[in-house]
Nanobody, 124 residues
Framework: QVQLVESGGGLVQAGGSLRLSCGAS????????LGWFRQAPGKEREFVVA????????YYADSVKGRFTISKDNAKHTAYLQMNSLKPEDTAVYYC?????????????????WGQGTQVTVSS
């Protein structure tokens, strides 16, 4: 079992930045993939980015490529999502997710563990 807790959401103006954190606890000694997803009201959960256990492999959605950066600190069992040049369409609840293995999936059903989510609101 892996428990995930997100933090860092908030309200920001368009063009601004936010950094989200995802703290992991539980079976963190096992290798796992971490992903970020988001869900806007009335829409399906959408893939944002995933990162390998080592941090050397990443996979970004086209919609955030060049604006968002994922990183992780294994010593702290924490992943970070730096979001720059935010747009109103980035407004959503952002979820951290984890799964064991090495493949960077972009499908929510591939992930076994989820955090409670953190709200990001970008005003125009």
């Amino acid at each position: 079992q892996v428990q995930l807790v997100e933090s860092g959401g908030g309200l920001v103006q368009a063009g601004g930045s936010l950094r989200l954190s995802c703290g992991a606890s539980g079976r963190t000694s096992s290798s796992y993939i971490l992903g970020w997803f988001r869900q806007a009201p009335g829409k399906e959960r959408e893939f944002v980015v995933a990162i390998s256990w080592s941090g050397t492999s990443t996979y970004y959605a086209d919609s955030v490529k060049g604006r968002f950066t994922i990183s992780k600190d294994n010593a702290k069992h924490t992943a970070y999502l730096q979001m720059n040049s935010l747009k109103p369409e980035d407004t959503a609840v952002y979820y951290c997710a984890a799964r064991s293995g090495t493949t960077l999936y972009d499908t929510p059903r591939r992930y076994d563990y989820w955090g409670q989510g953190t709200q990001v609101t970008v005003s125009s």
